[in-house]
């Protein structure tokens, strides 16, 4: 079945340092993969997506470009911020039966910014 | 417009006592779906229902859980007898098609003491 596999955190960075988060999935057809944010006590939000090979997604800041060669859709952004601090989960959907956007999501990587 | 609202944000009972969580979809969004979220899984999706009808059912855990949509701006996801291992977050999401993007409710926290 499909798979989405996310570095563990926490990761901890400075204010204004470079980040990346890596994610690789496994799926059998060709998924639209997505970036969701979480901040403490609230639901997830939608940060980025795309939907097919060497599409790059952008929202606030943040990339994350479609590798089909790598399985692989690693966020990145050039200098966090400490409004950044969340839980940041990559997740791929996947057409279900009647249609419908199954979401199959990564375990999640909690960010830590400092100032 | 308004978001997924989902109530109660808190819930907290003992076992055995029935759990009812409510979910209001954004107006229009024919897609919605439960998910639970906990440490150890992560984030599941429980089922998710098209135009009000369940489509795929498969994640629900056991037969103590059951969800219904009765028309296009209500859900609950119910669980009937709550035992402790239920304890989780519960989110609800709604999408307008099967093409865009789901947004999320800001969950119910639940425990089962």
């Known amino acids: 079945g499909d798979s989405v596999t996310q570095m563990e955190g926490p990761v901890t960075l400075s204010e204004e340092a470079f980040l990346t988060i890596n994610c690789t999935y496994t799926?059998?057809?060709?998924?639209?993969l997505f970036w969701y944010v979480q901040y403490p006590g609230e639901g997830l939000q939608l940060l980025l997506k795309a939907t097919k090979a060497d599409d790059k997604g952008s929202n606030k800041g943040f990339e994350a470009t479609y590798r089909k060669e790598t399985t692989s859709f690693h966020l990145e952004k050039g200098s966090v911020q400490v409004s950044d601090s969340a839980v940041y989960f990559c997740?791929?959907?996947?057409?279900?039966?009647?249609?419908?956007?199954?979401?199959?999501f990564g375990t999640g990587t909690q960010l830590k910014v400092e100032l | 417009d308004a978001g997924v609202i989902q109530s109660p944000r808190h819930e907290v009972t003992e076992m055995g006592q029935e759990v009812t969580l409510r979910c209001k979809p954004i107006s229009g969004h024919d897609y919605l779906f439960w998910y639970r979220q906990t440490m150890m899984r992560g984030l599941e999706l429980l089922i998710y229902f098209n135009n009000n009808v369940p489509i795929d059912d498969s994640g629900m855990p056991e037969d103590r859980f059951s969800a219904k949509m009765p028309n296009a701006s209500f859900s609950t996801l119910k669980i009937q007898p709550s035992e402790p291992r239920d304890s989780a977050v519960y989110f609800c999401?709604?999408?307008?098609?099967?093409?865009?993007?789901?947004?999320f409710g800001d969950g119910t926290r639940l425990s089962i003491l």
């Open positions: 999401a709604s999408s307008r098609t099967d093409n865009q993007p789901q947004h």
């Open positions: 997740a791929l959907s996947d057409r279900g039966e009647g249609g419908g956007n199954k979401l199959t």
């Open positions: 799926a059998t057809g060709y998924p639209s």
